[in-house]
């Protein structure tokens, strides 16, 4: 079979028409056009990538959508794959961690409300993200500690738009890990300092 990863070297059927694929790269879930669209919301077979007659989902974290929605199938998906990396992933709480984690966007289109602190994670890759592609002149993307400024208790870190600022180093150590490292919430010394 040829997959989004290339040539297939083993697969394990669910049942007919759905199953795994892997290669010597990477891997994910099959299902065939007619059972795709027999057994799957449009929201899903919209995030699949078709290939030939199939709808494939990627091994990490595309697979959840088609596993989601394929429940009657879960016994025979842990029969089959007794030893492989799904065990114990296929439940509901799993899922929906996973689904909010990285397609907050497919669960509103089903009408299922993500998760909260997995969906504040994507909300924040995704101003992230943005943030970069704009060169924002606020997010932090890299930081030196007081052995590259010479300065006990500083820090330079660099922003997006590849200007450096010297800033303390308390500051820099109580941000908060779940919020985007921004230069608006540190104590800056000096700005557009030489960045070494």
Same mark, same amino acid.
């Given at each position: 079979? *040829?997959?989004?990863?290339? @040539?297939?070297?083993?697969?394990r ?10 290669? !010597?790269?990477h891997?994910?879930?099959y299902?065939?056009? !007619?059972?795709?669209e027999?057994?799957?919301? !449009? ?5 699949g990538e078709? %290939?030939?007659?199939?709808h494939f989902?990627?091994e #990490? ?5 088609? $596993?989601?929605?394929? %429940?009657?199938?879960?016994d025979?998906?842990? &029969?089959?794959d007794?030893?492989?990396g $799904?065990?114990?992933? =296929? *439940? ?8 909010? +984690?990285?397609?907050? #966007?497919?669960?509103?289109e089903?009408?299922v ?6 969906l504040?994670?994507?909300?924040q /890759? +995704?101003? #992230?993200? &943005?943030?970069? &592609?704009?060169?924002?002149? /606020? ?12 300065r ?6 660099t922003?997006? #738009? ?7 180093e308390?500051?820099?150590?109580? @941000?908060?890990?779940?919020?985007? *490292?921004?230069?608006?919430? =540190? ?8 960045? %070494?």
């Amino acid at each position: 079979m *040829n997959t989004p990863w290339g @040539r297939s070297d083993y697969s394990r059927q669910y049942t007919r028409g759905f199953g795994f694929v892997g290669t !010597p790269s990477h891997g994910g879930v099959y299902l065939t056009v !007619p059972f795709a669209e027999a057994h799957l919301s !449009p929201a899903a077979l919209q995030r699949g990538e078709r %290939r030939g007659g199939y709808h494939f989902y990627e091994e #990490d974290i595309g697979w959840a959508i088609p $596993m989601w929605e394929l %429940r009657e199938f879960w016994d025979e998906i842990n &029969r089959v794959d007794i030893e492989a990396g $799904m065990k114990g992933q =296929l *439940n509901e709480q799993h899922l929906w961690g996973t689904l909010s +984690r990285w397609f907050p #966007d497919y669960l509103k289109e089903i009408g299922v409300e993500p998760e909260p602190e997995a969906l504040a994670r994507w909300e924040q /890759d +995704r101003d #992230d993200g &943005r943030m970069r &592609r704009e060169r924002h002149p /606020d997010l932090v993307i890299s930081a030196s500690g007081s052995w590259a400024t010479g300065r006990e208790g500083t820090v330079i870190v660099t922003t997006a #738009d590849h200007r450096c600022h010297l800033v303390t180093e308390a500051s820099y150590d109580a @941000r908060d890990a779940g919020a985007l *490292n921004l230069l608006s919430r =540190l104590d800056v010394i000096e700005r557009d300092v030489s960045c %070494r």
